[in-house]
C-alpha cells in the first residue's frame, strides 16, 4: 500500500512540475530551486528529485553536475525531430483510428475540440493541453498502443512548440479551422483523406516554427 501511495506521490509530482514547465511558468535560464518548489508543493525533495529524473528522461529538462536542473531550451533541432518523426508515425496512426473508433470514442474527440474552442477564446493557459488531448483523442482508437504511447511523449515534447507557433495574431483562428476539418473528416470515417490532412497541419506548422525560431549554427 505504501509503494502505491509513492508510486501515485511521483506520478502527481511528474504531472505538476511537467505542467509548469510546459505553460512557461518555469524560466529556462535559471537552475530549478528544489527547496523552494518542494516546500511549495508540500513534499520532500526526494520525490521532487525523482521526478526532475523522469522529466529529464522525457526530454523537458536537462541536468547539470553541481548545478540541477534546467529547463531545456526550445531549439530548432528539436522542433525538426520531433515533428519529423510526428509526420512518419501520426498520420497514419490517425486514419487507422478513424475507421475503428467507437461512438464512445467519436463522442470524446467532439468534446475534446469542444473544449479546446472554449480555452482558445478565454486566451487560457490550457490551450496547448487541450491541443495535446485533442490529438491524442484522434490517435488513441487506433489500437496501435506502442505507437500511441511513442506519440503521448512526442506530443509533450511539441507543447511548448504548440505555444510559440499560435503566438502571431490570427494563428489560433487557423489551427481552429484546421482541426474542424480534421475532425469531420476523421467522424466520416474517411481514413485516407484525414491522413492526408494530418501530414498538411502538421508539416505546415512545422514550417511556420522554421520562420519563428532562431537559425542554429
Do not use: C
Not at 34 to 60: H, M, N, Y
Not at 97 to 112: G, I, L, N
Not at 139 to 164: A, C, M, Q, W
Request: a neutral charge; aromatic letters at 4%.
Amino acid at each position: 500500500m505504501s509503494s502505491l501511495v509513492v508510486r501515485n506521490l511521483s506520478d502527481q509530482l511528474v504531472e505538476l512540475v511537467r505542467d509548469r514547465i510546459l505553460s512557461g511558468q518555469v524560466p529556462v535560464d535559471r537552475a530549478i530551486r528544489q527547496d523552494a518548489l518542494a516546500a511549495e508543493l508540500g513534499v520532500s525533495k526526494i520525490p521532487l528529485r525523482e521526478a526532475l529524473a523522469r522529466l529529464e528522461q522525457e526530454g523537458l529538462l536537462r541536468s547539470q553536475a553541481n548545478r540541477g536542473f534546467f529547463v531545456r531550451p526550445l531549439s530548432t533541432a528539436e522542433a525538426e525531430e520531433v515533428y519529423a518523426l510526428r509526420l512518419k508515425l501520426e498520420p497514419e496512426a490517425v486514419a487507422a483510428a478513424a475507421e475503428k473508433a467507437s461512438e464512445e470514442e467519436r463522442q470524446f474527440a467532439k468534446d475534446t475540440l469542444e473544449t479546446l474552442y472554449r480555452v482558445t477564446d478565454e486566451k487560457g493557459s490550457g490551450v496547448g493541453a487541450f491541443n495535446r488531448a485533442f490529438h491524442l483523442a484522434l490517435i488513441r482508437p487506433s489500437g496501435l498502443r506502442v505507437t500511441s504511447r511513442f506519440l503521448e511523449r512526442l506530443h509533450v515534447l511539441s507543447d511548448r512548440y504548440v505555444r510559440k507557433h499560435l503566438e502571431p495574431l490570427g494563428r489560433d483562428e487557423r489551427a481552429n479551422e484546421e482541426h474542424a476539418r480534421l475532425l469531420e473528416t476523421w467522424l466520416a470515417r474517411d481514413g485516407k483523406a484525414v491522413e492526408e490532412l494530418m501530414r498538411k497541419h502538421i508539416s505546415q506548422t512545422l514550417e511556420d516554427l522554421r520562420k519563428q525560431l532562431p537559425p542554429e549554427s
